[in-house]
């Protein structure tokens, strides 16, 4: 209780009994440990002081962790006991440290928040924070994956708005292949990449897994017509087959037309602007992903901020997540990283809701879909990729192709049925 | 007899110490990680060790099968092959200018030569990311001097584990040669001088004095070279992290990824215990082979 004698002593006697009643903890100085990944990281330290005003008597310490290692070094956390209070988390890996019995339930939280609102998130977004039907995630920044293209390119070609189907799709780059010639391509699907691929598969209506999540679900007739539409893309060599690493500059041969598709993310959206001259910026714009009939699902990408189980201040930490979800901080966030914001509202401002090139994010934030939530998912996918990739180049048939995709799923969620068939869930 | 068995206490007790150290910090921890091995330890047993089984050798089975596993074992062989006598020889090399008579500041010359081998890895890691960077890396600037184009070293799956050698190979150098210094120090230099009154030409007294003088030099470096460069990992983690396309994911960054990253620890040390056998077949024919090649 004295720790802050001048102060108290400023205030007088009376005022010290009243500012004892106000804070419950009674503890002065509460420290708060939250980590970051990357270039959030580095960021999000900026905004804290804003919160350590309005939350006199608590103060954060942000540790930022470079994403590479990130994965890594909050499972030895969790083994070691050194997680922190709260903490960025991909949403692909929610289900993993759920399965853990690292993340703490927030339902309770938000149905007694005024801030947080299921209904003010993107419903897909939403959804991968959910698992078994309890929420352990509150999202913080948005992603999903879509089409960038040449404008100039796709009118020259006969098309003066990007394609809305798969049909209208491989009508348009057929177009452009004959537009460009033999030495270049109408799409670029780097093959080291499995999100194009998962977003395909993610338009239709089939799981990619079954048994409750126990076994692949790749020979299904909803993924088999998604690996075939993305063989048929490099069959007709509309796309190279090459990894990204194999491009050398993608800004560079984006502007020499060398494709004029490319499936990506947000954070190109700066890259775009930055790195095509200055001249050149009307060649380049945005489209929401054609789906098999009319404009199709994405994938819900992104982080969240969760708390850990074993936090002693989780009440601190939840006001953390409450600051950060707030429309102020989310834009502000906005400006300083150029990651999408979470809550819908945030959006309203004009710099990025007028902006045509972001506003085809947010159409495909509205319909995008959460990956399956197996803790084994992220392994799944690469292996998804690997046999895709080898069907590509070694001319594999999409039935081996999808057939070995199971094989290989099966083989990873050995332990996973295992814990189903024995009724071992998450220690809740 | 008394005196005999009370000696034998006596060198007991004086390497009790040793021998409990060695076993609790050795023996007991490869136990360990054998027993490991045979279960498959995962992120569901670190939530709840009751979700621990017993599997036997499939984590062996199943890795001997992995087509990653066996890339990741090629990876590391290249990288051997290429690395241990380019850095033999440049280590070599460096002794060989050193121990020459013409060259003045021996002492810095070999502190200088030396300085790799206690710079830290990372730190120098980050500085030749830029050397080797594809546009404004000075490697590339160099080549393109003498009309070679430029190579994407740490980008092109063909590239990516030269480059790391040449990096290596640098950053090692320089402890083998001041071995190598040493075994030339032991060369008499009768043998020198007896050579040349038969006018024997440098490349001969190299060749037939200095080769034979520094034979058991050379396996004990090749044997230790061999053995420290099977266990490749600082480098591809820091420089490539495995990629591109896997293409420098060694046996131990495999391992690393298992244990670390999925954390599957039980076939992360059935990895280990891999390595280990690879490593002990090698070091067993390489001492086959020194001993035929009429080595001690």
Redesign the interface.
Known sequence: MSLRPSRRAALGQLAAGSLAACAPSGRDGEVLRFWAMGREGEVVQSMMPAFERANPGVRVEVQQLPW?GA??KL??A??GGGLPDLCQMGNTWLP?FT???AVERLDARVAGSQVVRAADNFPGIWRTNVVDGGLYGIPWYVDSRLLFYRRDLLARAGYAAPPASWAQWLEAMTAIKRLVGPQNYAALLPL?EYEPLLTLALQQDDPLLRDRGGRGNFQSPGFKRALGFYAEIFRRGLAPAA?D??I?NLYDEFARGYFSFYISGPWNLGEFSRRLPADRQDIWMTAPMPGPAGPGAGIAGGSSLVVLKGSSKKAAAWRLIEHLSQVPAQTGFWTLTGDLPARRDAWAQPALGGDPRAAAFRAQLERAKAAPQA?EWE?IATEMQLVAEQMVTKGMSVDAAAAEIDKRADALLE?HR??LDHN?G??A | MRGQIGSQRAGWLFVAPAVAIIGVFFFVPVLAAFVLSLTDFDIYSLADLHNLRFVGLRNYVDLLVNPLFWQAVGNTLYFVGLGVPLSIAASLGAALLLDSRLVRFKPFFRTALFAPVVTTLVAVAVIWRYLLHARYGLINYALGEIGIGPIDWLGDPHWAMPAIVIFAVWKNFGYNMIIFVAGLQTIPQDLYEAARIDGASALRRFWHVTLPGLGPVILLVSLLTIAGYLQLFAEPYVMTQGGPGQATVSVLYFMYEQGFKWWNLGVASAVAFLLFVLMLGVTVLQLAIGRRGGGP
Do not use: I, V, Y
């Open positions: 590479s994965h890594a499972l030895t969790f083994a993993e399965a853990l019995g080291n990894a690493t194999q050398g803790p392994r332990k295992w814990m071992r998450a220690p």
